[in-house]
């Protein structure tokens, strides 16, 4: 039995086919789901554009708690939601091994050739460094 399962959101629509795949896994209701938003770094001042508008972090912040609150709601066994700010990869497989996930569920947004090069894939290196096994969900 899974007994943690670390979830991987990003807030694009890809998120809405991770979290439908999450109910489909049929999950015991002693199974814990640990929501998982990783904000990436913030750019440097240097490169910001000055001519638009930015969102404060809290902001931000509110906004992913909002919609990591609207899945949690739907689930029918124990949940928590983490919010951190850091890589991606390296703060998804962090949180892997403080929560002891049986299971990492993540989605894939299909990158290929140049864009994958040069934006590197999250899922791929989740894939390599997890300390448990890795449900990769494909964008349709």
Partial sequence: MLKTILV????SDLSQ???QTLHELQIQQATKI???HVIPPSESDM???VDRPHPSEDLLYRDIEQQLQSYQAALLCQSELEIVT???AEEII???HIHQADLIVIGNRGLTG???ILEGSVSSQVVIDAPCSVLVVKQE
């Fill in 94 to 96: 962090r949180l892997a």
């Fill in 17 to 19: 086919r991770v979290i």
């Fill in 114 to 116: 140049v864009k994958r």
């Fill in 47 to 49: 490169e910001t554009a």
């Fill in 34 to 36: 640990i929501l998982a």
């Fill in 8 to 11: 991987a959101l990003d807030g």
């Fill in 86 to 88: 850091g890589d991606p």
